[in-house]
Every structure is written in structure tokens, then in C-alpha cells.
């Protein structure tokens, strides 16, 4: 797996969800933050798309479910 | 009428004799039972009497949601006008995601997308209209993003209906199909 940049990834989570940097960590959660619901995730799998130049597959969007998990899907591509 | 729809990275495989206990076993857990406009618990003897009567209908569709494998929910439609499915305009989908992982996730929205479809462009139904119950939020806002509109039921503070023409539903769902319908990973 390779190593990312997850300050970028942490500026895409803020700049998708609208939310404070400081509320970026491995525990936040699709649906368990308010601001991150279906609409949002949408906006997030674009902001992401477009920092690092990848596509994301069906499955890595359905299985980003955390900010933990992003780093690993991420990695992966 | 009867056959796997495939799409949006799930398959909707129709109940059968085969599958249809799991459907009790969801449909009484309490999460699930609380959020149904009739919340009793269903016995062996009253699932087996609805399963002998929905098994050859022609006015309903009963489908287990498979996702990697994995059965993580059911999803039906019933016409409401009283015509078989293949003539009716207006029908009734219900659904509940019985997996806790994948309710709050871009996956639930797959088995409607999937059945949706089929009954605005294979059935040719005009509106799909259903009552959620005003307290269930999450439900409200996911059919709200599926493109229903919400209409408040006078003298019953306890639903609300909703309902969804085509048009609408094209509208608000293009972006999510696309990405449900990208490559696989795995």
C-alpha cells in the first residue's frame, strides 16, 4: 500500500462536508457526523477524485465509510 | 415478472420458499418492526398465510437484496390501484435495509434505484406513492434525495406521504447511479 497525502485528503473531507479541520479524524463517519449524508458523500468522492487524479470504483464508494477507511481506499489506487 | 434484477453493484432476487424466513427473522427485529405502519410481531403462522398469498400474485413483487454475496435486506412493490403490476400507474415500494452497516450508506440507495427502473421503464408506472412514518428522519431524507416529495395527511400527525413521478426521480438521481454503476473492485 502506498503512502498518501493525507493532509490533501483531510482538505477534501473539510472542503466536501463543510466542516472544521479539527473534526477530521479516523473516527468520523458517513452518517454519524450531521453534515456528512448522502449528498455530501457525493461532493466527497468529486473533491477526492480531483486531489489525487483518480476514479474511485463502485465498491471503494460504497466501502468509504470513514476517514480511516478513505486512507486505505485511497492508497490503493 | 418473477426474475433477478441485476444493477447498481446488488442483485434483487425475488422471494421464494427458499428465502422467505429470513424475511420474519428481519421484519420482527425491533429496529426494523418499530419503524412498519403495523409494529406487532408477525408468527410462523401468519408469515407462512402472506407468503401462500404473495407467492403467484400478480399485484406485488417481494425481493431479498443481495450485495457481495451477503442477503442485507428486502425490498417489494405493490400496485395500489388494484390492476396487476404489468397494468397498474400507481404503486407502493417499501423497503428496509436489515444489515446496520450498510443503512447509513451510498449502498442502500441500490435496491430502489434497481427496482425503480424497472417499474418507470419496463412497467411503465406513472407514480409510486407510500406513507413513512413522520418521526423516521433518515427515511424522510432518503426519499426525499431519491426525488419524492413529501406531503403532509390531514388529521395524521403520525405519517406522511410521499410520492414520486419519473420525471422527478431522473431529476434527482443521476448522479448517484452513476457512481453505483462505475467498475467493480472487488
Known sequence: MTEINTDKLAEAFVSALAIDAAEVND???????????????MVLVAEIEAAFGIMLD?????????????KEIVAKY | MRKV???????????????????????????IRTQMGDTALISAEQHQNWFDKIERSQQQLHYIIQYKQQLIGSINVR????????DCKLAEVGLYIAT???????????PSL??????????????????????????????????????????????????????????ATQMVKRLLSRNRSN
Open chain 1, 58 to 70: 463502485t465498491d471503494d464508494i460504497i466501502d468509504m465509510s470513514s476517514f480511516a477507511k478513505a
Open chain 2, 5 to 31: 434484477l441485476t444493477g447498481y453493484a446488488i442483485e434483487l432476487i425475488p422471494v421464494s420458499r427458499e428465502n422467505f424466513q429470513l424475511l420474519r427473522e428481519w421484519r420482527n427485529q425491533d429496529d
Open chain 2, 114 to 171: 434497481l427496482l425503480n427502473d424497472y417499474l418507470f421503464e419496463q412497467l411503465q408506472i406513472i407514480e409510486l406513492k407510500s406513507k413513512v412514518r413522520s418521526s423516521n428522519a433518515a427515511a424522510l431524507k432518503y426519499n426525499q434525495a431519491l426525488g419524492y416529495q413529501l406531503s403532509p395527511i390531514a388529521d395524521d400527525n403520525e405519517f406522511i406521504e410521499i410520492s414520486l413521478t419519473a420525471d422527478n426521480y431522473k431529476k
Open chain 1, 27 to 41: 473516527e468520523l463517519a458517513y452518517s454519524q457526523h450531521p453534515k456528512w449524508d448522502s449528498t455530501a458523500h
Open chain 2, 100 to 110: 446496520p452497516e450498510y443503512r447509513n450508506n451510498m449502498l442502500a440507495f441500490a
Open chain 2, 79 to 86: 400496485s395500489s390501484d388494484g390492476l396487476d403490476l404489468t
